[in-house]
């Protein structure tokens, strides 16, 4: 959440927080979607050898959009914040393993709603869900989990070092490049 300063109107406030919620909410979604597809994308190849064609290229961008809400809706609920002052390890699978046990009830309550939407009874909704039976079932929450665990663990180090100090790492460049003169480069054809 953005720090807010007393001199700030209500209306600053709402905007400064809709900002950062939106772009937190684009960075969950980004990173998510890329494990995603990358799966969908292993799925796909490994049907192709099998002469199998498999259609559900957009399943991966719509499930990475609802668990980033999903984990929005948890980070707001506070989960896992109690073990902040452990090691990030403990943090780190703790959220994974809350997170994906939330997101397959999310699922659940989803797949019954649409079948109660559809005006059919909330078990129909549970048999699409496990339509697989439960190695497909189990091999989908194994893929939340793996695409859960680096997701949490950039998660638990912007935690204890601050998210725009992490993500500069990763996407600012530095202010001031080493010369190669100054000894901070190298010379890739040797001294001279």
């Given at each position: 959440m953005p720090d807010h300063r007393p001199e700030e109107s209500q209306g600053e406030r709402w905007k400064k927080i809709i900002v950062h919620e939106f772009f937190e909410y684009v960075f969950n979604f980004t990173f998510l979607a890329f494990f995603l597809i990358a799966f969908a994308w292993y799925r796909r190849l490994i049907l192709a050898s099998y002469h199998i064609q498999y259609t559900g290229y957009?399943?991966?961008?719509?499930?990475?959009?609802?668990?980033?809400?999903?984990?929005?809706?948890?980070?707001?609920?506070?989960?896992?914040?109690?073990?902040?002052?452990?090691?990030?390890?403990?943090?780190?699978?703790?959220?994974?393993?809350?997170?994906?046990?939330?997101?397959?009830?999310?699922?659940?309550?989803?797949?019954?709603?649409?079948?109660?939407?559809?005006?059919?009874?909330?078990?129909?909704?549970?048999?699409?869900?496990?339509?697989?039976?439960?190695?497909?079932?189990?091999?989908?929450?194994?893929?939340?989990?793996?695409?859960?665990?680096?997701?949490?663990?950039?998660?638990?180090?912007?935690l204890a070092f601050g998210s725009e100090r992490v993500r500069g790492l990763f996407f600012r460049w530095p202010e001031k490049a080493p010369s190669p003169s100054s000894g901070g480069g190298t010379n890739p054809t040797g001294p001279r």
């Amino acid at each position: 959440m953005p720090d807010h300063r007393p001199e700030e109107s209500q209306g600053e406030r709402w905007k400064k927080i809709i900002v950062h919620e939106f772009f937190e909410y684009v960075f969950n979604f980004t990173f998510l979607a890329f494990f995603l597809i990358a799966f969908a994308w292993y799925r796909r190849l490994i049907l192709a050898s099998y002469h199998i064609q498999y259609t559900g290229y957009w399943a991966p961008l719509v499930e990475a959009a609802i668990l980033a809400k999903v984990i929005m809706i948890g980070d707001a609920l506070r989960f896992g914040r109690r073990l902040r002052h452990w090691p990030l390890v403990i943090p780190t699978i703790y959220r994974t393993i809350v997170f994906s046990v939330l997101v397959v009830l999310f699922s659940v309550v989803e797949h019954m709603l649409g079948a109660l939407w559809r005006g059919k009874p909330a078990a129909t909704g549970l048999a699409e869900l496990m339509s697989t039976g439960w190695p497909g079932f189990l091999a989908w929450w194994v893929l939340i989990v793996a695409a859960f665990l680096p997701f949490f663990t950039v998660k638990e180090i912007e935690l204890a070092f601050g998210s725009e100090r992490v993500r500069g790492l990763f996407f600012r460049w530095p202010e001031k490049a080493p010369s190669p003169s100054s000894g901070g480069g190298t010379n890739p054809t040797g001294p001279r």
